[in-house]
């Protein structure tokens, strides 16, 4: 089973728990330290719970949580870019238990791997994560710019899709920010538009299960407009995405346990169905 659960997503602060089998990972280090514990507590989970965090780049909405969540346990395995760990650095963030994540590079983590991939972000070297494991895909796209080859070759067969939707264009236009800031966020490197996540969804070749929409801005955007900037591509979609279910991840307040496939590792689910083939097979045999 592959599942993410978003403790609070949005411009002042990233953090998700994602579950990889029986193996917990918080994503990403944006909220304090505080609330990330009372969450884990509702879950009747603890910082020793964790076998490691991914961090998708260093900017401090993603990481601002990191410096005092790793002085409660040193040793918690960061999994990040060698971009990211020397930003890290910069920051005069002390990493003890590091593994670099390189694009393109599978990583083992038992019955999962993490595929890293190159995003278009003003970041050092910031990355989505393709995550595969339990017969099933969930592929993760936050902060990027535009939707490029790269994007959709990792997202277009995934199970769980977590995709970016952080602004409205009248929103935006007419919000209290800063001109540069603006024109920053509008950039080719900047953050992804609610009409970009169709991009996205139109190009998959399957449809997915479960689709999150994540990174809302609280200034330039809703989640009311988020849902409303997809009504038109459902709508000329037909019944192809009937089936998936949709969440909007928010800033305040965690979101649903979203998960797909099964807790058992695909080589244990084989011998189960082979196990019960031959039980088949021979009460056939005996009548």
């Not at 990972?25 to 990330?36: E, I, K, M, N, P």
């Amino acid at each position: 089973m592959i599942g993410i659960t978003f403790i609070g997503s949005g411009s002042k602060g990233n953090c998700a728990l994602l579950e990889l089998g029986s193996k917990y990972y918080l994503l990403d280090a944006g909220l304090s330290c505080r609330r990330v514990k009372e969450f884990l507590e509702v879950r009747e989970l603890g910082f020793e719970d964790l076998s490691g965090i991914f961090i998708t780049h260093e900017h401090d909405d993603h990481i601002k949580g990191l410096r005092v969540l790793l002085s409660r346990r040193s040793d918690l395995p960061v999994y990040c870019t060698r971009g990211t760990m020397c930003a890290l650095g910069a920051k005069n963030i002390e990493i003890a238990n590091y593994t670099e994540l390189m694009y393109g590079r599978n990583l083992d983590l038992g019955d999962c791997s993490c595929l890293p991939f190159k995003v278009p972000h003003d970041a050092t070297e910031p990355a989505g994560l393709r995550f595969s494991g339990y017969d099933r895909v969930m592929c993760l796209a936050t902060d990027l710019g535009h939707v490029t080859p790269e994007v959709i070759e990792h997202m277009k067969e995934a199970d769980l899709v977590c995709i970016e939707s952080n602004y409205d264009e009248d929103m935006l236009r007419s919000c209290s920010y800063p001109a540069w800031l603006k024109r920053r966020i509008r950039s080719p490197m900047g953050h992804l538009p609610n009409e970009g996540v169709r991009g996205i969804l139109s190009r998959m070749k399957k449809t997915p299960e479960v689709v999150v929409l994540m990174h809302v801005s609280q200034e330039s955007n809703t989640p009311a407009l988020v849902r409303e900037s997809l009504e038109p591509f459902f709508a000329n979609s037909g019944a192809r995405f009937k089936t998936a279910r949709f969440s909007v991840a928010e800033q305040d307040h965690h979101g649903e346990r979203l998960t797909v496939g099964s807790r058992l590792p695909l080589s244990l689910r084989q011998s189960l169905l082979s196990a019960a083939d031959e039980q088949k097979s021979s009460k056939a045999m005996a009548r």
